[in-house]
């Protein structure tokens, strides 16, 4: 059973910069697509961007665009979600999730396994 392991949640000020990183030790990633989600309080989990398994396509909700950048090495088996000019509305917790279908998609119900999250805090 493949187990998502995020890291690289924290406080930080509106503005600032946090990446998250997503890693499925003793697994390879390059089989799967990967998705981030996040779920404030009191709201429904939401996608936030998506990447295929060699990183070739990629998916962002209107939200983030131009914001977040979603990446991923193979070769470390991870994906990265770097996440600039925060604001306080992107206060969740920030899911990953993998896929065994080919498509980059930010609907949650295409998504196979789930990590535990990791908080993001925007505040000043």
């Known amino acids: 059973q493949l187990q998502l392991v995020e890291s690289g949640g924290g406080l930080v000020q509106p503005g600032g910069s946090l990446r998250l990183s997503c890693v499925a030790p003793?697994?390879?990633?390059?089989?799967?697509?990967i998705g981030w989600f996040r779920q404030a309080p009191g709201k429904e989990r939401e996608g936030v961007s998506c990447v295929s398994n060699y990183g070739v396509s990629t998916d962002y909700a209107n939200s983030v665009k131009g914001r977040f950048t979603i990446s991923r090495d193979n070769a470390k088996n991870t994906v990265y979600l770097q996440m600039n000019s925060l604001k306080p509305e992107d206060t969740a917790i920030y899911y990953c999730?993998?896929?065994?279908?080919?498509?980059?998609?930010?609907?949650?119900?295409?998504?196979?396994?789930w990590g535990q999250g990791t908080q993001v805090t925007v505040s000043s």
């Open positions: 999730a993998a896929s065994v279908r080919n498509m980059c998609s930010l609907a949650e119900q295409l998504y196979d396994f």
């Open positions: 003793g697994f390879a990633l390059d089989y799967y697509y």
